[in-house]
């Protein structure tokens, strides 16, 4: 019988311990996606980021203003990697992985991929260590996305927040 009254403490000392840790678990506000694919021409694509929402708030120009460096996302800097040489916007992209992030106008967007691709936003941002930078047209969305999103189809690595949609063409 003593067995028994150890073995229930035991077991339901390890359920508690595991309520614990699962309540200590860090709940993100802006939930960390993952799109991975191969465009036309063989290359893998991988792209690791955070998805804020809009959650009422204004957001170009405002909760991201124009002209600064943006982390492309929330929390960490965005990822970009690729197994294969690619061309971003007509320029070479060597195999890799980077951290991406952008340049937000009112008209246009830069798009910057950086060699140092661990790292927290954009707070550490070192230009030095830009590999290539890239300028595309912004353009406004008929369609309100909520969260933000990062897809790659039909040869385009496509952004799409709030009521903006930008597209970087790759090769």
């Known amino acids: 019988m003593k067995n028994v009254y150890v073995i229930t403490f035991l ?3 390890l359920a508690w311990t595991g ?19 191969t465009i036309y021409g063989g290359q893998n694509v991988e792209v690791h980021y955070s998805s804020p929402s809009v959650r009422g708030r ?8 124009y002209g600064k460096v943006w982390r492309t996302g929330a929390d960490e800097a965005t990822t970009f990697d690729t197994d294969k ?3 971003v916007n007509g320029k070479n992209l ?9 340049i937000p106008g009112e008209k246009e967007w830069i798009f910057i991929f950086n060699k140092d691709w661990k790292q ?3 707070s ?3 230009i030095s260590k830009d590999v290539l930078r890239v300028t595309v047209p912004a353009f406004k969305s008929p369609v309100f996305n909520e969260k933000f999103l ?12 709030e009521k903006i949609n930008v597209n970087v063409p790759l090769q």
């Not at 204004?58 to 203003?65: C, D």
């Not at 060597?94 to 952008?102: D, E, I, Q, R």
């Not at 790659?152 to 927040?161: A, G, T």
């Open 11 to 13: 077991l339901s000392g």
């Open 19 to 37: 309520t614990v840790s699962a309540q200590g678990k860090e709940v993100r506000q802006s939930p960390q996606t993952e799109f991975k694919t």
């Open 58 to 65: 204004a957001i170009w120009g405002e909760l991201i203003p």
């Open 85 to 87: 040489d690619i061309l």
């Open 94 to 102: 060597p195999k890799g992985k980077y951290a991406m992030f952008t």
């Open 120 to 122: 927290w936003g954009a």
């Open 124 to 126: 550490s941002y070192d």
């Open 150 to 161: 990062i897809d790659v189809s039909d040869n385009f690595l496509s952004i799409r927040w």
